[in-house]
């Protein structure tokens, strides 16, 4: 492999190509002897625009052209007229070599070099430009630096959206165009430009889209230019708390270690060893910095003034849409304390993009600590009896699912006009796949909006026929509309207390704990959290689930089952890592540990370096258990778990549960054994 | 192509494209419905021992076509009809070192040249005049040791790491080369792969990496080249190999805590699906033909988040058939001849649908699965 050509067929066709070998050889050689002699006379430089001309790709001869510049403007005096003709010539060979390849990197890369240096003429730039977009309207490169150009010279993005306008005129199917329309219309509508202002521009952007799907629907441009759309009218920058727990109006009762004396008190209960309670918050976007002086307290609990608030995320994050706190109480003032929080009472409040958190609220509830029996006996948890019917006449429900701060800030008409027309709209378009979708998006986006109670949740069974509709149309894309059904099936669950009482129920073995049984649903996502924060015991037995994302925020959480899902490995189940309450945890009858995991790139990196778990007792003992159920130790060492039920999965078997008791030494029931001691 | 191997476009230069009209075959009326193994052994032999005039413009990446040949016949499972001993030798005859430990300080970076031309001698002073080095085609060079089986530990890496952050600029993207160059999420790439198969990541500063990465996610859910450019395929894998390597990101993403990703799994998961187009292939962007090498950009990226269960393989295999030459290789677009980097795709493609025979795909680094570093 020595890059000799190859043997053509015809003999003056074998002249020819040798030829140009020769030719280009000599001229590599003689254009590296120069290079790395330092010679950058008249002679020398014209031979690397040759070598250019033939092979625009020699980014060698590229930086040598560089170095040969910067030593001509060193001999030269600053003279204007030598100094332009200098970058002129410049110009002109890359024009020459981007005519040979319209897409080498280097020569793109030296022209913005040329400009950087402060030579441009933005006129001839643009002319260029368009001469090259109108060759191929899709290249990047010349998109990219078209944008460069933009940025260099001020040009005004309003001349530049016109641009795009013609661009899109000419031939809608121009994804780059409807790209850098986007790209403008962001900044335009994040200054306020004048004439772009949101609720003014964002409809007449609707119609020009239309015109784009209308004309044809198959054309994928206009689609994902809409999908901005839809989040550009959907997007609130100012973050909202969405929920908390306890709720505005609640009452709750506490007490300590062990079952409540004989009450079967229609409140929220709530036991902890601890003496402490978590106060939970729910914003709609991840926010950083909430903290004791942005959120204060006003109660008579005591102990609770320098509060340590955390986010529920990944370790390193320091933002998050769930926040807790955990406020003590004294589990021997029996007392009623009424419990004051203000969120956002000094700023500091940011989303992730960098908005405030604008408007301070307030909400109140009361909290009852009551008498404790002790040491009630460690009763194994059923899953199959036990349960009684929620009275769904209780009107606790509603004080338990308040939403708090909504729409009332924001200006949301023009939006929901907004989205009302596209649902119009949309509505002829429904047979095709990408219309269907488009709807149910749609759809769904209308329906957060709604407030008002009695039209609430009226187009929940459209939507989740639309998506049973595209799962039966378009099989290899199954998965994502299950996941989408799954998640438009838990908002309409939510939409009210009627529909969310009739998965509700009473365990009688916990204290009458309220238990939200969701099994058999075939869910395979888990969704509309934020109105499920007061539940203690949760039942997704018998769905289609492979992971506990979201279940991160349900902090009150102490029994959760989940067999018979489609659970793959421990890892799946990070999310509970942050669930300290958890303490009956059944898994049965899922996949783990039967899609090996390839452990090897873990030992190298993160998440598990080995100096985490080589200092703990389990790691030290047993490196080579560690190694192998690492996903598994991982998960198990963060919980408190006293009961687990792990069989029916590939995993489980004598080594693992012997593993598992290593790591989990308070356990007290696994796979439906007491254990000894 | 331009410099890189993980050049995106397969821009190929004007030159060779005529050249091909020229030479094209009448379209093959009924493409092979099998993976030609053999045929595309012969073809890669082929190359190994002569490679084509059509690749003259591309001397400048030797090394770049040899990681092409040599990884493309470990897929096919005959990574021993190279001689380890000599390609290896081979490849280590292009690293640049420093004259001495101050030098390290001068701004230069010392890795791998592309290729004999872009090799200066040594001067009379003991000095390297011009340093060529270049992050791709160290990139390429490592990428071919660690095929071959070259104990990655032996060579000496120390002043290829500690320069290499000369190339790491404010914003956390790399030049490719220390003279200057464009700067975008390839380099960014090549030096989270170069830190990977080195075992160190003293070359560069990772959370300024990840953050150009994150700046570069585009609205529609993939990723540019650079900041606020529009997605493209090859950019997309870019960001989340880089990001996989750098440990960011884990398996399976998708099923796993995405709420608290830094990256928007879902959107991207949205986008990436979307490329698949009617014919089965994959797009590099909205609205262009598909082609063979962004089965493997996206197809390892839907793997890489976990959502390679959704890719419909049937028809991608479909479209991948109508690109396989029948002299062996594939070809960018269906009926064409083939060329080497979309040969090499086509097998890493294949290999992720997991074509029988083949070797597995490390999907993060784009290449043959082995045994992780270190181990």
């Known amino acids: 492999m020595h890059g000799r050509p190859r043997k053509a067929s015809k003999p003056e066709e074998e002249a020819a190509s040798a030829a140009k070998a020769v030719k280009l050889r000599s001229l590599q050689s003689q254009f590296m002897k120069n290079h790395h002699d330092k010679i950058y006379t008249e002679e020398a430089i014209e031979l690397s625009t040759k070598l250019l001309e033939i092979n625009p790709e020699a980014y060698t001869a590229w930086n040598y052209r560089k170095l040969a510049v910067e030593d001509c403007l060193s001999r030269i005096d600053s003279d204007p007229n030598l100094v332009n003709s200098i970058f002129d010539e410049e110009l002109r060979v890359v024009e020459s070599a981007l005519r040979q390849n319209f897409k080498s990197y280097g020569a793109w890369h030296h022209r913005k070099w040329v400009l950087s240096k402060g030579h441009s003429s933005i006129a001839h730039e643009l002319k260029l430009l368009d001469k090259f977009q109108r060759l191929d309207s899709r290249n990047f490169h010349a998109w990219n630096y078209r944008r460069f150009v933009v940025e260099l010279t001020k040009r005004s993005e309003q001349d530049e959206l016109q641009y795009t306008d013609d661009m899109i005129n000419n031939n809608f199917s121009n994804y780059s165009a409807w790209h850098n329309r986007s790209v403008l219309l962001s900044s335009l509508l994040a200054q306020n430009a004048d004439g772009f202002m949101p609720n003014e521009r964002i409809p007449d952007e609707y119609d020009l889209v239309h015109s784009a799907i209308f004309t044809d629907p198959d054309d994928q441009s206009g689609w994902f230019y809409h999908l901005w759309l839809l989040d550009q009218t959907l997007n609130v920058e100012t973050p909202l708390l969405t929920s908390s727990w306890p709720s505005h109006g609640s009452t709750i009762i506490l007490s300590g270690a062990g079952c409540l004396n004989g009450s079967s008190s229609k409140f929220t209960t709530f036991c902890s060893e601890s003496g402490s309670f978590p106060l939970i918050l729910y914003f709609d976007q991840a926010v950083g910095g909430v903290s004791s002086s942005t959120v204060t307290i006003d109660s008579e609990l005591k102990g609770n003034e320098d509060l340590v608030w955390e986010p529920i995320s990944y370790k390193n994050s320091q933002v998050s849409c769930v926040w807790v706190t955990h406020l003590k109480y004294v589990s021997t003032d029996l007392c009623e304390y009424k419990v004051k929080i203000r969120v956002g009472n000094s700023p500091g409040i940011v989303s992730s993009r960098g908005h405030n958190f604008r408007a301070p609220y307030e909400f109140v509830f009361t909290a009852h600590v009551h008498d404790t029996v002790k040491d009630s006996q460690e009763g194994i948890v059923s899953w199959t009896d036990g349960f009684d019917i929620w009275d769904a006449k209780s009107k606790d429900l509603n004080s338990l699912i308040t939403l708090d701060q909504l729409q009332a800030e924001i200006d949301f008409k023009w939006r929901q006009e907004a989205i009302d027309s596209e649902v119009e709209c949309f509505g002829i378009l429904s047979d095709s796949k990408i219309g269907k979708l488009t709807l149910a998006r749609l759809l769904m986006a209308r329906e957060a909006m709604v407030s008002d109670d009695a039209v609430k949740g009226v187009r929940y069974e459209e939507i989740l026929q639309l998506y049973n509709d595209l799962m039966a149309l378009d099989s290899s894309h199954y998965q994502y509309y299950k996941d989408e059904h799954s998640v438009a099936f838990l908002h309409k669950m939510t939409s009210s207390s009627e529909s969310l009482s009739r998965h509700l129920f009473r365990y009688r073995g916990m204290n009458n704990l309220v238990c939200l049984r969701l099994n058999n649903l075939s869910l395979s996502r888990i969704a509309s959290v934020e109105k499920l924060l007061f539940v203690q015991m949760l039942d997704l037995s018998h769905n289609e689930l492979h992971s506990t994302e979201g279940l991160e925020a349900m902090q009150l959480l102490s029994c959760l089952n989940l067999s018979h899902n489609r659970i793959r490995s421990f890892s799946a189940l990070d999310s509970l890592r942050h669930v300290k309450q958890l303490k009956v945890l059944d898994v049965s009858h899922n996949h783990i540990g039967k899609h090996s995991v390839d452990t090897t790139r873990y030992l190298c990196s993160s998440p598990l370096s080995n100096s985490e778990w080589s200092q703990d007792d389990v790691g030290r003992q047993n490196p080579g258990l560690v190694t192998k159920y690492w996903d598994a130790y991982f998960v198990l060492r963060d919980l408190n778990l006293k009961q687990l039920d792990i069989a029916g999965n590939e995993i489980s078997g004598n080594e693992f549960s012997s593993f598992v008791l290593q790591v989990v030494p308070k356990l007290v029931w696994l796979d439906g054994q007491k254990l000894g001691n | ?375």
């Not at chain 2, 400048?60 to 021993?80: E, K, M, P």
């Not at chain 2, 390429?140 to 190339?167: E, Y």
């Not at chain 2, 292939?281 to 063979?292: A, E, H, I, L, V």
């Not at chain 2, 999907?363 to 181990?375: D, K, T, V």
Request: aromatic fraction near 10%; proline fraction near 4%.
């Open chain 2, 1 to 375: 192509m331009s410099e890189t191997a993980v050049s995106i476009d397969s821009d190929r230069s004007k030159s060779e494209e005529e050249d091909e009209e020229e030479y094209s075959p009448p379209v093959q009326s009924s493409p092979s419905a099998n993976f030609e193994k053999d045929r595309h052994l012969m073809y890669l032999e082929m190359m190994y021992e002569l490679l084509p005039y059509h690749y003259q413009s591309q001397e400048i990446n030797r090394l770049t076509l040899a990681h092409f040949i040599i990884s493309g016949l470990h897929f096919l499972g005959a990574r021993d009809r190279v001689d380890k001993d000599v390609v290896a030798k081979w490849v280590l005859s292009f690293q640049a070192f420093p004259t001495n430990r101050v030098s390290l300080k001068d701004g230069e970076f010392y890795g791998f040249f592309g290729s004999r031309s872009s090799q200066f001698p040594i001067d009379e002073n003991g000095d390297l005049k011009h340093n060529g080095s270049h992050l791709a085609s160290t990139y390429c060079a490592l990428a071919i040791l660690k095929v071959i089986g070259h104990d990655l530990s032996t060579i000496d890496s120390k002043s290829l790491l500690i320069s290499m952050i000369n190339l790491q600029q404010d914003d956390g993207s790399f030049m490719p080369i220390h003279i200057g160059g464009e700067t975008d999420l390839r380099f960014v790439y090549c030096a989270a792969a170069i830190c990977y198969m080195l075992d160190s990541w003293s070359g560069m500063d990772k959370e300024s990496a990840k953050n150009y990465i994150l700046n570069c996610q585009s609205y529609d859910g993939g990723f540019g080249l650079i900041p606020g450019s529009e997605s493209h395929g090859g950019a997309t894998y870019c960001a989340i190999a880089s990001l996989r390597l750098m440990g960011y990101i884990g398996v399976d993403l998708l099923s796993n805590d995405s709420s608290s990703s830094i990256i928007d799994p879902s959107l991207l998961l949205n986008w990436c699906l979307q490329r698949q187009a009617n014919d089965g292939g994959f797009q590099g962007r909205t609205n262009k033909p598909s082609d063979t090498c962004y089965a493997f950009w996206i197809g390892a990226v839907l793997k890489l988040i976990g959502g390679d269960a959704l890719i419909d393989k049937m028809a991608l295999r479909k479209f991948l058939m109508s690109c396989q030459s029948k002299y062996g290789g594939f070809s960018k677009f269906p009926g064409q001849l083939p060329d080497l980097y979309h040969s090499y795709y086509g097998y890493t493609a294949f290999s992720l649908l997991e074509e029988q025979g083949l070797s597995p795909l490390c999907p993060e680094l784009g290449l043959p699965l082995l045994a992780a570093p270190g181990i």
